[in-house]
């Protein structure tokens, strides 16, 4: 019959006797035959030296090396408009360059240089601002410029003026990029009461996406469409008096242009459908 005895005699004969360990203290694990005249050997306590107390609750610093990513980090906006900014300057301050200087106050507060600000709805970044003055530099594209309004700006203009959304921030509105998807030319002012009712025509590819009851932003401010009257490319919302006080399309004309952004869910529900997602599902 055989047994597993655990003793701390070698495990087997060293290759080299002159280098082998004096009592060596290895546990032998395998079966081995009995053997009634092996004199067993008392285990002897294995002692540890613990490791300091201060190595076991911390941990030495690391230093790591900062890197800059080249990825941008992507606004998001409520469409509920901060302050009225001012425009004290806007045109090419290089060969190459268009620049646009806003007058403002809230904006200011907490600024820094790469900050995205929406202006009338457009995502711009922070080139360069004066506390004292009060005023703030963004840079605008050659693309901005082609796709928004804010080219019809002037010195003196008015501009809706919101900073980019915080974790802590609530959602007044609606999710708004600040990209903006086209422009619309405000086609009827009409006055109810203290609101102001505000129709505006835009192209067959954007109309698309409004709905009724669905958000819009316009020129920044994030609104909802009352009506949408197709055969007209048009779509209507309504203004309240505070909304009129305190952004900036009231004060626009008719025939003058705005900033249309639409909602971002309704081109993601397209992109879906088009890609075959509900067959997809169909089919699983």
């Known amino acids: 019959m055989s047994t597993i005895s655990f003793s701390f005699a070698s495990l087997s004969k060293p290759i080299n006797p002159s280098i082998a360990p004096q009592n060596s203290t290895i546990f032998n694990l395998l079966a081995t035959p009995w053997n009634p005249q092996l004199r067993r050997v008392s285990p002897q306590p294995l002692l540890l030296k613990s490791p300091p107390i201060s190595h076991l609750f911390i941990r030495p610093l690391q230093t790591h090396q900062c890197r800059t990513s080249s990825t941008p980090i992507t606004s998001l906006f409520t469409g509920i408009v901060e302050e009225l900014g001012q425009i004290k300057q806007l045109g090419y301050y290089k060969p190459d360059s268009f620049t646009m200087r806003i007058q403002a106050k809230l904006i200011l507060e907490d600024i ?32 901005t410029l082609r796709k928004t309004s804010l080219i019809e700006l002037e010195r003196g203009s008015l501009v809706n003026l919101e900073r980019a959304l915080k974790p802590s921030t609530r959602m ?9 998807d086209g422009t619309g030319e405000i086609v009827e002012l009409k006055p109810e009461g203290d609101s102001l009712w505000v129709k505006v025509k835009t192209a067959k590819e954007l109309l698309r996406y409004i709905v009724p009851k669905g958000f819009i932003a316009v020129d920044g401010t994030s609104l909802t469409v ?37 909602d971002i ?10 890609n075959g997602f509900v067959d997809a599902i169909k089919s699983s």
């Open 226 to 262: 009352v009506d949408v009257f197709d055969e007209e490319l048009c779509f209507n919302f309504m203004l309240v008096a505070y909304t009129q006080q305190n952004v900036v399309i009231p004060m626009k004309k008719v025939g003058q242009k705005v900033n249309l952004e639409v």
């Open 172 to 180: 007044g509105g609606h999710f708004v990029q600040g990209h903006v």
């Open 265 to 274: 869910l309704g081109k993601h529900v397209e992109r879906l459908l088009s």
């Open 112 to 143: 820094n240089l790469g900050d995205s600000i929406s202006v009338n709805g457009t995502c711009l970044t922070v080139t360069d601002f004066d506390i004292q003055l009060s005023e703030l530099s963004l840079g605008l594209a050659p693309e």
